[in-house]
């Protein structure tokens, strides 16, 4: 494998552009846990850096963030290479967008979560990715994966509708390699977000029925993370509300 990209300082300006929103999220997140009756350190901050440069990342891992979301392969592979050459804190970076089968090897290798299963020839391709990874010194721990549910049956929208929930859980689980964690949502534009949230809360909640160990439902993002919270979710996304609108030029 080539050397990761060296990263560059993110400017001053952008650090403390990167402080005040990051600061804003926190305290966003912190309050619509406890509206909610819950504790704030039951949810996950996962800071989506997609179309971000590595070094925003940097930044964001020195102003204490520790879980970051991207969705494209093999940016987000090489992205997530460099900014772990370049700290000294663990971090988790997980794949939120969709996996194309014949990516799913190089996303096994690097990502620590999926949160966008939705098809069962996925699912065997990134437990053969696992494999490779392990061979190949790349990885030496399963992948952790979420089953994202589509709630409209928008075919175009990504996930597996609520009818085929059940049998693609209880394939993920039968795979070696791969680690059934729970569910993940995009709530659809139409309606609003808490009743798209009460319908994922509940299918979520069938899914951990059946597998006990699934509790993770990532759920929510920049627009509905309060919605997101008050339905139980484990882990908002939150992208734009801390890093702003994407470059118009991505790296």
């Known amino acids: 494998m080539s ?3 060296t990263v560059d300082g993110a400017s001053p300006e952008r650090v403390a ?3 005040e929103n990051l600061a804003a999220a926190r305290q966003r997140l912190g309050d619509a846990a406890r509206d909610a009756g819950r504790d704030p350190a039951e949810v996950e901050l996962l800071v989506v850096t997609k179309f971000h440069p590595a070094s925003d990342v940097v930044a964001l891992v020195e102003l204490g963030c520790r879980s970051f979301g991207e969705s494209r392969e093999p940016e987000a592979g090489r992205k997530a290479a460099a900014v772990r050459a370049a700290v000294d804190e663990p971090i988790r970076v997980d794949m939120i967008g969709t996996v194309q089968r014949r990516k799913a090897t190089s996303v096994a290798r690097w990502a620590d979560r999926v949160h966008s299963l939705d098809r069962d020839a996925v699912a065997d391709a990134l437990a053969r990715g696992v494999e490779t990874a392990r061979e190949d010194g790349d990885r030496d721990s399963p992948l952790d994966v979420l089953v994202q549910i589509n ?3 928008d075919p175009n929208r990504g996930g597996v509708v609520l009818d085929d929930l059940g049998a ?3 394939h993920v689980a ?4 791969l680690r059934l964690r729970g569910s993940m949502v995009i709530a659809p534009q139409s309606h609003t977000p808490a009743h798209w949230m009460e319908q994922a809360a509940a299918a979520h909640a069938r ?6 160990d699934a509790t993770e439902f990532s759920a929510g993002m920049s627009g509905d993370l309060e919605d997101a919270v008050r339905h139980g979710s484990t882990c908002v996304r939150v992208g734009t509300a801390i890093l702003g609108d994407r470059p118009l030029r991505s790296p």
């Open 3 to 5: 050397e990761p990209e």
């Open 17 to 19: 552009a990167l402080t």
């Open 151 to 153: 709630l409209d049956g």
């Open 168 to 170: 693609l859980a209880d």
């Open 174 to 177: 039968g795979l070696d390699g």
């Open 207 to 212: 899914l951990v029925a059946a597998h006990p």
